[in-house]
């Protein structure tokens, strides 16, 4: 939606510039500071994050991994059966999604940590 609404701002930014609309001496301040903003916003977002976006996702896989297959040492552990699959179709559905929603849940939460954790070690 954002993008969008760049556009049609560069759009009206081209007109007003090159007089095919009313000029308005505000509007193309406006314009030229928002264009000069969200360039130094993205330059700076690219320059801070080079080595957290590289090593978050390993870091989020990994304990993913180990997250998942602690979870289902627990469910083996209460239950005394293995974790639910999405192919076996003895398990009642109720089951298979909550074990879904708790996998699923976990790895987002993982995920989150990671990346906020990765950016803060790296002072970014």
């Not at 080079?50 to 870091?59: F, H, N, T």
């Not at 074990?99 to 950016?119: D, P």
Request: zero cysteines.
């Amino acid at each position: 939606m954002r993008h969008s609404w760049v556009m049609s701002a560069s759009s009206t930014h081209d007109s007003i510039a090159s007089g095919s609309g009313a000029a308005d001496p505000t509007a193309l301040d406006a314009l030229d500071a928002l264009d000069a903003s969200e360039s130094t916003d993205s330059a700076q977002a690219s320059a801070k994050t080079p080595m957290a976006s590289l090593i978050a996702p390993i870091v989020a896989l990994g304990a993913t991994y180990v997250a998942r297959k602690t979870l289902a040492s627990a469910y083996r552990a209460a239950t005394g059966a293995a974790p639910p699959s999405n192919t076996d179709r003895t398990v009642p559905l109720g089951r298979v999604l909550a074990w879904a929603a708790i996998g699923s849940a976990t790895a987002a939460v993982i995920e989150v940590v990671a990346f906020r954790s990765m950016a803060r070690f790296f002072g970014e």
